[in-house]
């Protein structure tokens, strides 16, 4: 079984730059969400689509931050302008019906 | 204060020896709770879930405390290859979305 998909790998970028990460969920999972870690701590969750609605957006940067999956697939997270403190690792996961949450290999993101 | 607390480490400890990690969570109607691990630099993977009853996995045993909102990871026989950050993740209260701790690092030498 594939699992979940993300592009690109790294991106670099100077700040006030605009950037966009792609992820592929695995096949049949309706929940999708997307995660910020930082180096040193946890996860964070940014956001969580069940199929293509939000759940929760609570902790999303909306100045700066957006995000969508059409059709219940595919999602895109954009930063723009990004700064400084968004280096990071962002991390896309899915899931099925239990709350096992399957994570992809990350982009990880320096401002420059 | 945050969700979810773990200690740091890093907890240094020889080949076979036990180890023990701690977490406490703030949100007493939390329902699902479970220990990640995460190698450096790869994305977090479920180690196991953990249940009221406390469960075992092999060399690993979870074991939750409701009153004392308070999760523990016992691994006995520890090895080389179970170097890693330990994240300890709490449900919150949006359904399956997850609270991750900071993470307790282990380094286990030979």
């Known amino acids: 079984e594939a699992g979940v998909a993300q592009s690109p790998r790294y991106k670099i970028i100077e700040k006030r730059q605009s950037v966009a990460f792609w992820c592929n969920p695995i096949?049949?999972?309706?929940?999708l969400y997307w995660y910020q870690q930082i180096l040193g701590q946890g996860p964070k969750l940014l956001i969580q689509f069940q199929n293509n609605g939000v759940v929760d957006d609570s902790q999303l940067p909306k100045d700066r931050f957006s995000a969508e999956r059409l059709k219940g697939v595919d999602s895109t997270l954009k930063i723009q302008p990004a700064k400084l403190e968004d280096s990071a690792v962002y991390l896309c996961a899915s899931s099925w019906t239990s709350q096992e949450q399957y994570f992809g290999p990350g982009t990880r993101l320096t401002v420059t | 204060r945050k969700e979810v607390e773990q200690d740091p480490g890093p907890f240094n400890v020889p080949e076979g020896a036990t180890v023990a990690f701690n977490c406490t969570y703030s949100n007493s109607a939390s329902q699902s709770f479970f220990w990640y691990r995460q190698d450096c630099r790869k994305e977090p993977k479920l180690l196991m879930s953990v249940y009221s009853s406390g469960n075992e996995d092999g060399r690993f045993t979870a074991q939750l405390n409701r009153a004392s909102q308070y999760i523990s990871l016992l691994i006995r026989d520890s090895k080389l290859s179970d170097s890693a950050t330990y994240l300890c993740v709490v449900n919150s209260n949006s359904g399956y979305a997850l609270n991750f701790g900071k993470g307790t690092s282990l380094l286990v030498t030979p």
């Open positions: 096949s049949g999972h309706a929940t």
